[in-house]
């Protein structure tokens, strides 16, 4: 067995292994994080401190290769210029557009309470997914840092399906409320649309031509509908239905 003295002599020796096996570690665990299904307050604050102190940490190990050093800081400076740079408005069909393809990616993804990635997803965590990734690359393919932002502010501040029928941080906005999706005519409706059941348990999301996406725990993945012909229940209970400020 190794003593302790040959212990700490080894990390003197060798020091920088030891920082590059700790990076690679962190890095590990900052993986792990993106991929829980589940997001809580505390893991996205972790995810933003990782940022800055990867960052330091390859700059750090790279420091000997004169070309490379740099690499990191420069890539955080031109994250941070990206979030702090003048936005614009965008064109909120293109957005539309964007939200509906983006939505249609997690169908199939099985229902986890809470969840809000291809991991596993709940309905709240499904409307608002799509809402994110949407300004995200909308922004990103516009090189728009105002979407880049709101899809960050979105990431951060999660949400209930009640939370988005009580118009949560003003995102959203009520249309109309009804005693069912099935007793409403499909033109009453626009892509990009929401359904909050009136108990707040559950949020639709409308994708055009009288379809629905949902993420639906009796199936237990993310579905799509097609009332009145499909039995699924969310389509005959009493319904708030409201509209992204952002697509306004």
Not at 103 to 118: A, M
Request: charged share 20%; hydrophobic share 45%; aromatic share 10%.
């Amino acid at each position: 067995m190794q003593s302790p003295a040959n212990d700490t002599y080894s990390r003197k020796t060798h020091p920088r292994s030891f920082l590059h096996i700790v990076w690679w570690i962190c890095l590990g665990g900052v993986v792990a994080l993106v991929l829980l299904p589940v997001s809580v307050g505390l893991g996205r604050m972790l995810l933003v401190v990782s940022i800055p102190v990867l960052t330091a940490g390859a700059s750090f190990l790279l420091w000997s290769r004169r070309w490379l050093r740099w690499l990191p800081l420069i890539a955080l400076a031109g994250l941070v210029l990206l979030l702090l740079a003048p936005g614009r408005d965008c064109d909120v069909d293109r957005l539309r557009s964007r939200y509906i393809t983006s939505l249609q990616r997690y169908e199939g993804t099985r229902y986890v309470w809470g969840g809000e990635n291809r991991f596993g997803i709940d309905c709240s965590g499904l409307v608002r997914r799509g809402l994110i990734d949407a300004h995200l690359w909308e922004g990103l393919v516009t090189a728009n840092p105002a979407l880049v932002r709101e899809a960050a502010r979105l990431w951060w501040f999660d949400c209930s399906a009640r939370s988005l029928k009580d118009n949560y941080r003003g995102w959203t906005r009520l249309l109309f409320t009804a005693p069912a999706i099935n007793d409403v005519a499909p033109e009453r409706f626009r892509a990009g649309d929401i359904a909050v059941t009136s108990s707040g348990v559950h949020v639709l999301v409308y994708l055009g031509g009288g379809e629905w996406l949902q993420a639906d725990s009796t199936p237990g993945k993310v579905v799509r509908g097609r009332p009145p012909t499909d039995s699924n229940k969310w389509f005959s209970v009493p319904v708030h239905v409201l509209r992204w400020q952002f697509l306004e």
